[in-house]
Every structure is written in structure tokens, then in C-alpha cells.
């Protein structure tokens, strides 16, 4: 992408409404802007990370056997009478009323819809297991929305339904989420340690919720602090094998956050020198609640003895949109955002220290075209702003690498690379350069 022909309205003051640091550099570098308290456009630096992360959240999904489909962000109210749910969700619920006085709802999460659609069509035990799973915007009329995207009342959800015939076989699909869960954040460069937790609104008994650790979290946390230090399930998983010796050796070390902390129980199990106590953001959340949904609903399942019961469940959610705040907050310096690689919007900034000059231009245009054909994702600014104004921009919006070509550099066939996460910079060769980018 050429920056002349892009659309990256960047700010130079910083914004007085944001109150943390990832909400700060979003809307200076231009990734999102607010149209209504809690609902954001996603302009398209941000648009860009937020199909990043969905890739990544879907890859890992699919991997552990999980079905892609898509339901729709307006549902029934009458689906949620069946649960017993309608009421109980209070002003969180946006309720709607079409022309027909027909009661709808901006969906808060989908467990409703997807036993409906289960209970269509599946009969047997010999039908299961089934993970059926959307990435689709949710609304929740919160309180007090803020940090961004972190707290918004419109945003994007990755929401996985599990259904087995018995506890066992839900357990099972309870951890082949757990650990797809261990390998999405850890794709993403974070470390999200998956934390005992209150079920809520949900319901069911057995939850964690994978937290990250950083300050301006919304939550207080306190865990054991050789939990970081756990190995996270390789590529070559095998989701079909038993999974509870991970799940077991991520969920002993005490990691709780403050609805489930238990004073006693966390000095009995921890020594004082691995406690780690801070603050921490949700990023995910996982729950097994057994037949909660499928036994009002009816969503029954005949078992090899022929005897219906209903099916048991559990529900799996990641915050897509929120996850671009969790990462920034991780990930940044006073100069703005760092990130990691496979999130980033572009992968490596082509900065011309001088537009217009033909040698310079010669060169940038030979970087640009073997960049893009290595699917390095360039964005090449080509604008004529002066040098430092492109180094702030660039630092701002965090590509994980600036190849900088300036006049006196060319004259001897030289560009710099400079890496934005340790500020390192290496004068080289043009074709060094780009064969050190991968191109
Ligand atoms: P929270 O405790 O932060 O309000 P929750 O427990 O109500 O979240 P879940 O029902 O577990 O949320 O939803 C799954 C995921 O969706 C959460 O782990 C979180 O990452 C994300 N999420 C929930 N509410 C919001 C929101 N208002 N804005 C952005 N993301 C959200
Ligand atoms: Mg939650």
C-alpha cells in the first residue's frame, strides 16, 4: 500500500477523553473512530489487525475441530422466554420492536439461537460431538462503556457452542477449547493465563477466563507467578487425544482474579516469593453448564440405549475487538504501538526520506515491488512530509520494521533497517535488506 493513496488520518495531539494507553494510541494512529458511546468504525489501519486476530482466533478453532457458521446479530425475543433468559439479562439487553410489534434483541451472546438450531436437526449420540462456532458483533448496553474498544456496547465476538452426550465427552470438548485458547493468545504474542472463574449470567459450574496481565486492566489478579512460565501446546496437538494433563498443568498453580480469590487458600499454596499480584483484561472465556440451555429448550439427544437426554453444553467466548486493545496495552513505548508480528496491519514500513528524488524513488519502488511479491504486506510512504514527521508515524502505528531510504544511503547503495521493538538499526545494502526482510 502506498501512504498517498491510503486512508491513515493520524493525530498529532493526543486525544483528552482517552483514559488508558491503547485507547490513546488507537485513535491517534487512526485505527477506529467513535460514532456513539461504546460503538466504533473501524477505520482501516484497525480494520486490518481486527481481521488479523479473527484469522488467528479461527485457525485455532478449526484446528481443534470446531465449525465455522454464522447466525444473525438480531434474534427473537421468544427464544430467550424459552431459557427463562429475557428478563433476567436486564438493561444489558438492547431490545428492538419491528413494524410487526414483533419483541427482537441485539444478541449479548448466542446460546439461545444455537440450541434452537442444534435441536433442529440432531437426533442421536451418533450426531456428536458437535462444536459449532460464529465471529459475529454483539451488543450489550453497558454501564459504563469505555477504554475503547476494551469496554464497548457494539463488539466483535468469536462465541464456540460444544454439544456432547455426557460429561465426559463435554469435558473433553471443554479442554480441546482450553487449549486452543492457550494457542490463540500465544499466537498473538500474549501471555493470557486462563484463571478460575465465576460462571455469571452463563451459568454451569465449571469456567476459566484467560486474563492479561497489564495495570490498567479492569479486574485485581492474583496468581502464582511460575504460571507464565508454562509451555503452550505445539502445532502438533493432537485435539482427538486426552487433553486434561494440559488443562491440569495450566489450572493448579492458584491464578485467580478478585470475584473468586480466596486469601487463605492463596497464601497456603503459593510462597512469598512467586506471588504475583496486578491487574489483569478478559480476553476470553470458557464454560461447561451441562443441559442449563438444552433441558428447558428440549434439545434432546437419543444415546446408544435409545433413552433421550438432553445434550450437554458449553459455551466458549473470545473478544476479537477487545483483544486490540489487550495487545496494545502489552505492547507498546512512550512512541507508540510494537506489534508482534503476526498481528501487525503491514509488516515492514518503506520510509523515503526524500519523494521525488530518482534514486531514492528508484529504490523504494525495487523494495516495494519484491516486499509485496514476498506477501510482506509493505506500506510505502511515499507522502512528501519531511523525514521526522515519517519516523513519528512510523513509530506510532508500530510496523515491526522501518526500511528507511535517504539520499546520502543510496548514493552508496546503502538503506537503514531499524526494528521498532528494540530500536535496533542496521545501515546495509539494499538486497541485504530486503533478503533480511524475507524478500
Ligand atoms: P466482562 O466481565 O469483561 O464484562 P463478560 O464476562 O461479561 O465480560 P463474556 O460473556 O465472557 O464477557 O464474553 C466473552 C468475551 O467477550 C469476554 O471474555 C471479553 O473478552 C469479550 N467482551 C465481553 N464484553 C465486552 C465488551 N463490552 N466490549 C468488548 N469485549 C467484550
Ligand atoms: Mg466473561
Redesign the pocket.
Known sequence: MRLSRYFLPVLKETPSEAQIVSHRLMLRAGMIRQEAA?IYAWLPLGFRVLKKIEQIVREEQNRAGAIELLMPTLQLADLWRESGRYDDYGQEMLRITDRHERELLYG??NEEMITEIFRAYVRSYKDLPKNLYHIQW?F?D?QR?RFG?????E???K?AYSFDIDEAAGRHSYNQMFVAYLRTFARMGLKAIPMR?ET???GGDLSH??IVLAETG??AVFCDKRVLDLPIPGDETNYDADLSEVVTQWSTLYACTEDVHDPARYEAETKPEDRLETRG?????V?FFGDKYSKPMKAVVAGPDGAERPAQMGSY???V???LGAIIEASHDDKGIIWPEEVAPFGVAILSLKAGDPAVDAACETAYAALTKAGKEPLYDDTDERAGGKFATADLIGLPWQLIVGPKGIANGEVELKNRRSGERQTLPLDAALKALGA
Not at 474498544?149 to 456496547?153: A, E, P, S
Not at 483484561?281 to 472465556?285: A, D, K, N, S, W
Open positions: 461504546g449479548p451472546t454483539k450489550r453497558e462503556p474498544v476494551m469496554r464497548g456496547r463488539f466483535l465476538m462465541d472463574a455469571g449470567p452463563i477466563e484467560f479492569e479486574s483484561i478478559e480476553v476470553g472465556q464454560f467466548g473470545v473478544g475487538s477487545r483483544l
